[in-house]
């Protein structure tokens, strides 16, 4: 993990790998005083029904693909930075989310990186879009 204090404002340069101390949601995890939020995509709030399963997937990918490494994208958001995660094996974490149908494409932010994953989990009933 990073020796940045947690005041210090990270730059787009810097990078957090190992293995998050939590997983709050669907899209956001922790390194220590870090929170980092997932680039490009929305998870289920955890206050709806999809928000637990979501939470867990994201927990169980980091558990059984981590350590991941994340690339401060620059962004900020209810101060969270926003970040790209990979797994150790180099798969791109937020495409995973989608991908099982744990998260959309947030597509103002990923100007559609993620559709084609959202749709064939869609169209295969996956996660969220389970029938």
């Known amino acids: 993990m990073m020796a940045t204090p947690p005041d210090t404002p990270l ?3 810097a990078r957090i790998s190992g293995r998050p101390t939590r997983i709050t949601d669907g899209d956001t995890l922790r390194f220590g005083a870090h929170r980092l939020r997932l680039s ?13 399963p979501a939470r867990r997937h994201l927990a169980a990918l980091v558990a059984t693909r981590g350590p991941i490494a994340c690339q401060d994208q620059g962004g900020r958001t ?6 790209r995660c990979r797994t150790a094996d180099g798969a ?13 494409d947030f597509t ?8 084609p994953a959202q749709l064939r989990a869609m169209l295969d009933g996956k996660g969220m879009w389970a029938r």
């Not at 209810?78 to 970040?83: E, S």
């Open 11 to 13: 730059t787009p340069e």
């Open 40 to 52: 490009g995509i929305d998870a289920p709030e955890m206050s709806t029904p999809h928000g637990e």
């Open 78 to 83: 209810h101060g969270r930075i926003v970040a």
């Open 92 to 104: 791109d974490l937020e495409t995973l989310m989608v991908e099982a149908g744990w998260a959309t």
């Open 108 to 115: 103002r932010h990923s100007h559609g990186r993620h559709l």
